[in-house]
């Protein structure tokens, strides 16, 4: 990693957001996350959410042709040259732990990875998470703090295990974790991989040492084209999975019985294609309502859209939204309404990464007359070459329920972009305009 002397424009950041600093990575970066904290503690020494871990996917240089034997038939020309075959594509990646005080960037440990990193989560508000690789891995790792009385106090991160889902030339596009009801409970996992297929996994303890593919095994949805995303609604009663064939698609699902009851069995009763998109779905973001069902979307098509479902009844689009850029993810900044539910309004600000187009700050309103809208309230243009990862910091917990103050805090992101390999540190004013 080198620090950046990245030559970027004033214009390339909305009046809102102050750049704060930048580094050169290694490796192309695929995916961050802030380290959370844990929710059973008020005192954090390590302040864990100045921590950030980088992903990084590198694919080396393309295959050489080598001879590689092949057995022919017995009547063939013994002096027949061996046919040749491509090399299959390898890929490499790594872990990066950053600490970030004062606009200043600490990269405290870096772990190679054997395979491409092209996802990874923490489970809310535990310090551990899981990666997805690109050989069919699932790793699981966690963040521990130094011991008290050490000298170096500060954040390390430990390697659990490491399971071989899937065959070894399947990418593990993406996963998400399954919310609980209980903190007891140990959270399951919708993965999505390169041959369209989505998966439920459930795992024995809390140290994943054992994993069982629900549904005896078999996906639970197959695309015609690889499954880039999953999602899980709120209610915990649908899964919603988008592909590159242009089909998003939500089934019903009784995850709150499985979590609830080990001896219950996955059922996954009906499922809903929703209709509307030009390209193929990148991103699902439920909305944090537990009876109705509203989610949004990301496409390659440029696009956002906001779609409402109804018990027998299609998809309904309430609003798109054009951001110029392909909607690689969406993240709520805050994860709950910034504006007075009671008097009907609603607000959430979303960060999205849009690839070509760079990171923006959106905000979702709903007026309490059925009219929803987006708006861009920020963005960032410094990345050139794909931001397919950004995060936000999260919240003080103190700041966590009151959507009055959260709604004028500033706050912090990093942003990335893949083939130049740059790592931007930003804020958002809310209380300015783009």
Known sequence: MASSDHIYKVDDYSKNIQRRCSEIL????????????????????????????????????????EPIEVPTDEDNDD???????????????????????????????RIPYPAGILDFHFIPHRQIFAVASSTGCIS?????????????????????TTHQIFPPDILVLSLTWVPTTKESQIPMLVTTINTGEVHLIKFSNWEFEGYEILNDEMPIYRHDAEAWIAAVCPS?????????????????????????????EAEFTSSVKVRGHDAGITAILPLPFLENRMFLTGSYDDTIRLYTIS??????????????????????????????EAEGA????????????????????????????????GYVKEHKSMNYASDVQPLMPSCGNDGQLDSVKERLVVSTSFYD???VVWTYDPQFSI
């Open 421 to 423: 390999k740059l790592l």
């Open 140 to 160: 699981f790792y966690r963040t521990t703090s130094s011991p008290a009385g050490e000298k170096d106090l500060g954040k390390t991160i430990k390697h659990m």
């Open 346 to 377: 609603l607000k959430w600000r979303i960060l999205a990464s849009c690839m070509h187009a760079g990171a923006k700050i959106l905000e979702l309103d709903f007026d309490g007359d059925q009219s929803w809208k987006i708006t861009e309230v």
């Open 26 to 65: 290694d490796l192309p970066p695929s995916c961050i996350e802030f380290v959370p904290r844990e929710k059973s503690s008020t005192t954090d020494p390590t302040d864990s959410d100045n921590y950030f871990i980088v992903g990084t996917y590198h694919l080396q240089a393309s295959a050489s042709i």
């Open 311 to 340: 018990p027998g009844r299609p998809a309904r689009l309430l609003y798109d939204f054009k951001l110029g850029g392909g909607v690689w993810r969406l993240k709520f900044l805050e994860e709950h309404s910034l504006a007075k």
């Open 79 to 109: 002096d027949e040259e061996p046919s040749s075959l491509p090399k299959p594509q390898e890929r490499n990646g790594s872990l990066n732990l950053f600490n970030l005080r004062e606009n200043k960037l600490t990269l405290v440990e």
């Open 236 to 264: 915990l009663k649908h899964v919603y999975t988008g592909g590159d064939d242009i089909q998003l698609q939500i089934m019903e699902a009784n995850l709150k019985e499985i979590n609830e009851d080990p001896a219950v």
